[in-house]
């Protein structure tokens, strides 16, 4: 018996949205996954990335057109969520991003496709090698600090030269959760004297043990956790309080990376008209929370829009911009899911009472699902 012809063949598309370097699959976790499964590649999906088709052929995959993947593939997998072109035959299995968006949602379940929606991971010590959120959003703080240096036109670090001393940048993180920290982290390495601010309690000390001040506003801004570790959205009047609270810290520094996000829910405002105009021209923001309103009130996505002489800038994809490492890194979240889900035969078990499939099929009318080619 030719075990091989009843793996489950599992297929890796090319993202197609404009900006998206990233792969979902990269050869090596091939590799480490090709005794449980067989894998059709669209041909150029890694290119951007740096992986070309030879090291996928090298790693023992076959290269295929996008047509071929979605006719012939049990499992799909891609970054981005999927264009209506992009989705899978009924039955079958689509794990991508796209977790939040309700439209998408509703549509893969009327043509009856399983999505395993990466932001659905839960967020246990169990599933942290799957959890795509933390690995893509480490990439987007320590990016955010490389773009943010770029637009500045001074230096990060002190530097004491024959010509005079530069006294070095004062930073802050807003919001200190995975982004936040890794910015913190990065703009210490650069020599920036750095802060951080969070309405997590716990995040007061993540911050100082990487060395930077955290930031305590004198309000009743309602410090709070909800399920899960996330923050819990405050009222309006409570944001109203901790903007007016922060505007005098911001208006003493010259880098912002801002990061606030409460999961599902539009950004917090953090900085207003009003904080931009105390602030020193010159300085940059850079709202890596753009991609769901921004925490600053004059960002707009994919752009920077100058407000008294402050640069706010509104990246969506950070993560692209690392398009190696930030695959290197989704591709370990994937190969992760794809061996916990895999048995040693090549059938891929979903079952709704196991509490990373169940999370992951939340909303689906899937209990118990075994996927193998026979
Ligand atoms: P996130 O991207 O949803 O939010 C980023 C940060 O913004 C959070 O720290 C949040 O507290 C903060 N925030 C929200 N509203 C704010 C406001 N008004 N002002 C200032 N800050 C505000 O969160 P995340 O980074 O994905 O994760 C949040 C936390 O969950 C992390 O700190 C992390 O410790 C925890 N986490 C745990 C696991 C695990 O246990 N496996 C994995 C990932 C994250």
């Known amino acids: 018996m030719n075990t091989r012809t009843q793996q489950v063949v599992i297929g890796v598309l090319a993202e197609r949205a404009t900006g998206e370097r990233r792969v979902a699959l990269i050869p090596s976790d091939i590799k480490k996954l090709f005794a449980r499964a067989?894998?059709?590649?669209?041909?150029?999906?890694?290119?951007?990335?740096?992986?070309?088709?030879?090291?996928?052929?090298?790693?023992?995959?076959?290269?295929a057109d996008s047509r071929a993947i979605l006719e012939n593939c049990d499992v799909v997998l891609k970054v981005r969520p999927p264009a209506v072109d992009e989705v899978p035959r009924a039955g079958r299995i689509l794990i991508s991003l796209g977790g939040?968006?309700?439209?998408?949602?509703?549509?893969?379940?009327?043509?009856?496709?399983?999505?395993?929606?990466?932001?659905r991971i839960p967020r246990t010590t169990r599933a942290q090698a799957m959890d795509v959120l933390s690995s893509q959003a480490s990439i987007a703080g320590y990016a955010s600090v490389l773009e943010g240096a770029r637009a500045?036109?001074?230096?990060?670090?002190?530097?004491t030269t024959a010509a005079g001393t530069i006294k070095p940048v004062?930073?802050?993180?807003?919001?200190?959760?995975?982004?936040?920290?890794?910015?913190?982290?990065?703009a210490?390495?650069?020599g920036a004297v750095v802060y951080g601010f969070d309405v997590r309690a716990e995040a007061g000390e993540q911050v100082e043990s990487l060395g930077a001040k955290f930031i305590s506003v004198n309000a009743d801004v309602g410090v709070g956790e909800s399920a899960g570790g996330y923050a819990r959205e405050q009222s309006s009047d409570r944001q109203t309080l901790l903007r007016r609270?922060?505007?005098?810290?911001?208006?003493?520094?010259?880098?912002?990376?801002?990061?606030?996000q409460i999961p599902g829910r539009p950004a917090p405002l953090l900085i207003d008209r009003e904080t931009l105009a105390m602030m020193q021209p010159g300085s940059v923001v850079v709202d890596v929370?753009?991609?769901?309103?921004?925490?600053?009130?004059?960002?707009?996505?994919d752009q920077t829009v100058t407000e008294n002489g402050v640069r706010v800038m509104g990246p969506t994809n950070l993560p692209s911009l690392m398009a190696t490492d930030a695959s290197r890194m989704f591709s370990g979240n994937i190969r992760a899911l794809?061996?916990?889900?895999?048995?040693?035969?090549?059938?891929?078990?979903?079952?709704?009472?196991d509490p990373i499939s169940g999370a992951l099929l939340a909303g689906q009318n899937v209990a118990r699902e075994s996927v193998a080619t026979t």
């Open 38 to 63: 067989t894998f059709l590649i669209e041909s150029g999906a890694g290119r951007e990335a740096d992986f070309d088709d030879n090291m996928y052929v090298d790693a023992g995959a076959r290269m």
């Open 100 to 119: 939040r968006d309700s439209d998408l949602g509703d549509e893969l379940r009327k043509r009856s496709v399983i999505h395993l929606a990466l932001e």
């Open 152 to 159: 500045l036109r001074v230096l990060l670090p002190m530097l």
């Open 170 to 186: 004062r930073m802050i993180a807003l919001g200190a959760g995975v982004a936040g920290l890794q910015a913190i982290a990065s």
């Open 188 to 190: 210490r390495r650069l």
């Open 245 to 260: 609270a922060l505007s005098s810290h911001l208006a003493t520094m010259q880098l912002v990376i801002a990061t606030a």
């Open 289 to 301: 929370a753009a991609e769901t309103g921004g925490n600053c009130e004059v960002t707009r996505p």
């Open 338 to 353: 794809l061996a916990y889900l895999l048995d040693e035969s090549g059938r891929l078990n979903l079952d709704a009472s």
